[in-house]
T-cell receptor
Framework: DQQVKQNSPSLSVQEGRISILNCDYT??????FLWYKKYPAEGPTFLIS?????DKNEDGRFTVFLNKSAKHLSLHIVPSQPGDSAVYFC???????????FGAGTRLTVKP | KAGVTQTPRYLIKTRGQQVTLSCSPI?????VSWYQQTPGQGLQFLFE???????NKGNFPGRFSGRQFSNSRSEMNVSTLELGDSALYLC??????????????FGQGTRLTVV
């Protein structure tokens, strides 16, 4: 039961350009969304989050957009840097617990 | 402060055996969640413990169990191992449980291989 989907397994962008990672979800009861970045041989690290009462949250080069009507969120990285190359997971949470539902991940490669 | 520590990092077991994985959360964190990561299924939630009580459980068979101790350290046990249990098992800790505190910190994981 994939309630959170990342349909692009991989994405390649040029250094300095924008990276856009997409995520769709099916459960309209999700009220909090997060993005995690994962390097090989390391656990995921928290990147940025957004509450369902907002439609945008920005933190430096990272911006997350939430479109509740479309059940879609995206992560924008501007400008992209080679160090951003990693697997990015989006996750969604139902209020009241720490049960995060993750997407399958998108492998981002930023080319110098 | 020290991060989330998972031991062992790597483990090889044979089918039918059981295995216990350990997770020490960040000092002061009371919530520990366990996830299974496989190439085909991504990250899947196993269960969450908070103050020694299981609060949530994912859709895994009863062979997967866990517990949490008074110092918040948690163990996860898998009995009667199957080849499909080969995965990276990740532990995440957070200070609280609930929607207001969902920034979880992950350990490096335990890579379990079942042969």
């Amino acid at each position: 039961d994939q309630q959170v989907k990342q349909n692009s397994p991989s994405l390649s962008v040029q250094e300095g350009r924008i990276s856009i990672l997409n995520c769709d979800y099916t459960n309209s009861m999700f009220d909090y969304f997060l993005w995690y970045k994962k390097y090989p041989a390391e656990g995921p690290t928290f990147l940025i989050s957004i509450s369902s009462i907002k439609d945008k949250n920005e933190d430096g080069r990272f911006t997350v957009f939430l479109n509740k009507s479309a059940k879609h969120l995206s992560l924008h990285i501007v400008p992209s840097q080679p160090g951003d190359s990693a697997v990015y997971f989006c996750a969604a949470v139902l209020g009241g617990n720490n049960d995060m539902r993750f997407g399958a991940g998108t492998r981002l490669t930023v080319k110098p | 402060k020290a991060g989330v520590t998972q031991t062992p990092r790597y483990l090889i077991k044979t089918r039918g055996q059981q295995v216990t994985l350990s997770c020490s959360p960040i000092s002061g964190h009371r919530s520990v969640s366990w996830y299974q990561q496989t190439p085909g299924q991504g990250l899947q939630f196993l269960f969450e413990y908070f103050s020694e009580t299981q609060r949530n459980k994912g859709n895994f068979p009863g062979r997967f169990s866990g517990r949490q101790f008074s110092n918040s350290r948690s163990e996860m046990n898998v009995s009667t191992l199957e080849l499909g249990d080969s995965a990276l098992y990740l532990c995440a800790s957070s200070f609280l449980t609930g929607a207001l505190n969902t920034e979880a910190f992950f350990g490096q994981g335990t890579r379990l291989t079942v042969v």
